[in-house]
């Protein structure tokens, strides 16, 4: 019961990759490279055990960004084609590769990031992917010409990808969808049904991940705008609660998102963000436990997962692992009581 684990992320030692950043550039090349993502797999492993989380993950590590990550295995894109795209309805712009032929996977993109990870905990073990529509949202397409299309095309890739991941061993396969906070209509009218195909044939458990974005300037700015309610979860969460989808991992810590809305998950499992990432003040325990349960009053507490808001990768190592602590110690102070 309210067992912890993470959004996915965590930052990478600045021996292996530039620290803070949310696109950092490697510090090593070749063999030294592998080995470094190796190395900082377990470090990551380790911290996370260290830190009392119940479900861990590879942090990942061995990946520059967790969209990209997953694209350089994908033959179709031309990563040398890139031109500038507004991100998550134009809140911000970046350089994104170019979809110029039809998708296909080089070979399994993230199996042997799995494998170590599975070799070298005895915890559960959750790996995370990027949906399909967060993926259209950060890649330009100039072969498709139709955006569910080419959504459809990554979801069949994904569940590729996730059946060979399965096989390895992980427990939980996590979809990221922080697009799914922007697109509303688009979730209900095909964005469900692109991750039904993603997940399609898996037995182990299935999650979404929807929050309002890692802690970078641009997504503070538009919270800001967002006023005194967030509600974006109410216009999708009946329909994810009508979906094949296991779990949902959402923001709650520091924001304005109404819990009363997670009534809406009926029959889910919620990994309720309870770690606020885009701040670098350390949450107390009972900061943590008053998230929880304040939760608790409508999800039941065998369904409730403690968690981070978001990914961690753009912290400070140091605070990172101190607000993991903190999650953990503020999960147990409420088991406790219970």
């Known amino acids: 019961m309210l067992e912890t684990t993470i959004a996915g992320s965590l930052p990478k030692p600045s021996w292996l990759a530039e620290p803070r950043k949310l696109w950092p550039s490697w510090r090593l090349d070749g063999d030294a490279l592998a080995?470094?993502?190796?190395?900082?797999?377990?470090?990551?492993?380790?911290?996370?055990?260290?830190?009392?989380?119940?479900?861990?993950?590879?942090?990942?590590?061995?990946?520059q960004h967790f969209v990209h990550g997953f694209l350089e295995g994908i033959d179709g894109i031309d990563f040398a084609r890139r031109v500038p795209m507004g991100i998550r309805n134009n809140r911000y712009e970046a350089m994104v590769p170019t979809v110029t032929s039809a998708l296909r996977r080089?070979?399994?993109?993230?199996?042997?990031?799995?494998?170590?990870?599975?070799?070298?905990?005895?915890?559960?073990?959750?790996?995370?992917l990027p949906g399909p529509m967060t993926i259209i949202d950060t890649i330009a397409d100039a072969h498709y010409g139709d955006r569910?299309?080419?959504?459809?095309?990554?979801a069949d890739l994904l569940n590729e990808e996730a059946r060979e991941l399965q096989a390895i061993g992980v427990d939980v396969i996590q979809f990221d969808e922080p697009a799914f906070n922007v697109y509303l209509d688009e979730v209900t009218g095909w964005g469900i049904a692109a991750l039904h195909r993603a997940i399609d044939g898996l037995i182990c458990k299935t999650a979404v991940h929807i929050c309002y974005g890692y802690g970078i300037p641009a997504n503070i700015e538009w919270k800001a705008t967002l006023g005194?309610?967030?509600?974006?979860?109410?216009?999708i969460f009946p329909a994810l609660a009508a979906s094949r989808i296991d779990q949902v991992s959402l923001?709650?810590?520091?924001?304005?998102?109404?819990?009363?809305?997670?009534?809406?998950?009926?029959?889910?499992?919620?990994?309720?963000?309870?770690?606020?990432?885009?701040s670098d003040a350390v949450e107390t325990p009972d900061e943590v436990a008053s998230t929880i349960e304040t939760a608790m009053r409508f999800v039941a507490p065998e369904r409730l997962y403690p968690c981070t808001n978001c990914g961690m990768a753009p912290l400070d190592r140091t605070l990172a692992a101190q607000k993991l602590a903190a999650l953990s110690a503020g999960a147990a102070l409420v088991r406790g009581r219970l």
């Open 228 to 235: 005194d309610e967030w509600r974006q979860y109410e216009h």
């Open 106 to 128: 080089k070979a399994p993109v993230h199996a042997e990031e799995a494998r170590i990870a599975r070799a070298h905990t005895k915890h559960r073990l959750k790996f995370t």
């Open 251 to 278: 923001e709650c810590a520091h924001s304005h998102v109404p819990l009363e809305l997670l009534a809406l998950l009926g029959g889910k499992d919620v990994l309720v963000g309870a770690i606020d990432v885009a």
């Open 148 to 154: 569910i299309a080419m959504a459809m095309a990554f």
């Open 35 to 63: 080995e470094g993502k190796r190395d900082a797999t377990l470090l990551a492993l380790k911290i996370q055990e260290d830190c009392g989380i119940d479900i861990v993950s590879d942090g990942e590590q061995a990946r």
